[in-house]
């Protein structure tokens, strides 16, 4: 009696435990990474997020990103044909200004194939562990060799590492 008892008491909690699974999205892809890119050497800011393919993309498909703009405004929008061979689909923003730190900022990701028609759509929020604040106004280099950029390093041996003061308060 004890046994059954024990036995049904498993059956159950297993069945509930299942229940709570996260169902997978249909698409072909699934997303694999989100996060903001900060390049201190050029004084630069972008959204990437990585998608991972799970099943065949039809051929002359390509995928349509709306990032929250975290100056404000118009969302920046991003399309990127997808080739079939593709592994993973990598989305990049232009560069970006006003990141704030613990600030979930919306992405929507649309894949579409050639007559138009949506596959899939993905809806996520993107936070940054770091402020924007943590560049500098100005490139810190100029060039392809890496030169010191001479508005921030100056002839007499300062440097201006100032943030940009263009976002608005947080």
């Known amino acids: 009696m004890k046994a059954r008892m024990i036995t049904t ?5 297993t069945l509930a435990l299942a229940g709570c ?3 997978a999205d249909d698409g072909p892809t699934e997303l694999s990474g989100r996060l903001f890119v900060f390049n201190y050497r ?3 800011a972008s959204y990437m997020i990585v998608l991972k393919k799970k099943a065949p993309i039809p051929e002359g498909s390509f995928a349509v990103a709306e990032f929250e703009n975290p100056m404000g405004g118009d969302p920046i929008i991003v399309k990127e044909k997808i080739f079939p061979f593709w592994d993973k ?3 990049e ?3 970006i200004h006003c990141v704030r730190k613990d600030r979930p900022y919306s992405v929507s990701i649309t894949l579409v194939d050639a007559s138009g028609k949506t596959i899939q759509t993905i809806k996520t929020q993107v936070k940054s562990d770091l402020d924007q604040s943590v560049l500098a ?5 100029v060039g392809p060799v890496y030169t010191k950029n001479p508005d921030v390093f100056k002839s007499d ?3 201006d ?3 940009d003061a263009a976002c608005p308060a947080a």
């Not at 106004?137 to 280099?141: D, R, Y």
């Open 157 to 159: 041996g300062t440097a």
């Open 93 to 95: 923003s232009p560069d």
């Open 137 to 141: 106004a100005k490139p810190l280099v």
């Open 9 to 13: 008491i498993t059956l159950a909690a």
């Open 89 to 91: 689909i990598t989305l």
């Open 42 to 44: 050029v004084s630069a």
């Open 21 to 23: 699974q996260r169902q």
């Open 161 to 163: 590492f100032s943030p």
